[in-house]
Nanobody, 126 residues
C-alpha cells in the first residue's frame, strides 16, 4: 500500500512558477513509476508528466513540454513537478500517482497508475 500526499499548490500570476511535491509512504517507493495528472472543472483528468523508477526516463504532455520538469528524490520518497511560465490554462487540480510495477517506460494514461493522492490546487491568474 502506498499513500501519496501532494503539496505546493497555490495561486500565481501568468508567467510565474510553482513547485509541487508528492511525498510517498512505503518502503518500495524506489521501484514505482510516478506520474502527475491534472483535472480542470468540467474536463477529464489528463496526463502531465511521468518519471520511471530511477529518473532515467521522463515524459511530458505536449502542452507542458519545455515548461514543466518532473524529478524524484528516492531517499526522500518524494517526486517533484517544477512548473515554470505558467499559463491560465494550467489551472487545475494536480494529482500525483504511483505505478508499483517496475517499468522502464512509465505509462501516460490514468489506468496505468494504482495509487493516487488527493490533489493540490493550482490557479494561474491572468
Amino acid at each position: 500500500q502506498v499513500q501519496l500526499v501532494e503539496s505546493g499548490g497555490g495561486v500565481v500570476q501568468t508567467g510565474g512558477s510553482l513547485r509541487l511535491s508528492c511525498a510517498a509512504s512505503g518502503r518500495t517507493f524506489i521501484t514505482h513509476a510516478m506520474g502527475w495528472f491534472r483535472q480542470a472543472p468540467g474536463k477529464e483528468r489528463e496526463f502531465v508528466a511521468a518519471i520511471n523508477w530511477n529518473g532515467g526516463y521522463t515524459s511530458y504532455a505536449d502542452s507542458v513540454k519545455g515548461r514543466f520538469t518532473i524529478s524524484r528524490d528516492n531517499p526522500k520518497n518524494t517526486v517533484y513537478l517544477q512548473m515554470n511560465t505558467l499559463k491560465p490554462e494550467d489551472t487545475a487540480l494536480y494529482y500525483c500517482a504511483a505505478d508499483p510495477r517496475l517499468r522502464e517506460i512509465p505509462g501516460t494514461g490514468p489506468s496505468a497508475y494504482e495509487y493516487w493522492g488527493q490533489g493540490t490546487q493550482v490557479t494561474v491568474s491572468s
